[in-house]
């Protein structure tokens, strides 16, 4: 059973920075697609950005310049780094990852970005 756990979420003033953390249960060394998403209060749940085995990576427009996604094959551990954090990057974020076609998701961490 693959079990992704999130961490690092929290309180942020406008235009301060963040960095969640995903430790997942297995090795993600071979692990093509993980990424992270986000769900607002009363919105749908949106891909924030993506990141393959071989360092390719994607992001929402909203976050292009401001985010970063990262991983660390050795601690089986992806991040996202958030920069320049605006009151809509609130939300609850989530990990993911598709392991032979089988997707698995963490249980989120809240980040709140107010005065």
């Known amino acids: 059973q693959v079990q992704l756990v999130e961490s690092g979420g929290g309180l942020v003033q406008p235009g301060g920075s963040l960095t969640v953390s995903c430790a997942a249960s297995?090795?993600?060394?071979?692990?093509?697609?993980m990424g992270w998403y986000r769900q607002a209060p009363g919105k749908q749940r949106e891909l924030v950005a993506g990141?393959?085995?071989?360092?390719?990576?994607n992001y929402a427009d909203s976050v292009k310049g401001r985010f970063t996604i990262s991983r660390d094959n050795a601690k089986n551990t992806m991040y996202l780094h958030m920069n320049s954090l605006k009151p809509e990057d609130q939300a609850v974020y989530y990990c993911n990852l598709d392991l032979y076609g089988m997707v698995y998701w963490g249980k989120g961490t809240l980040v709140t970005v107010s005065l």
């Open positions: 990141v393959t085995s071989d360092g390719r990576t």
């Open positions: 297995v090795s993600i060394f071979s692990i093509n697609a």
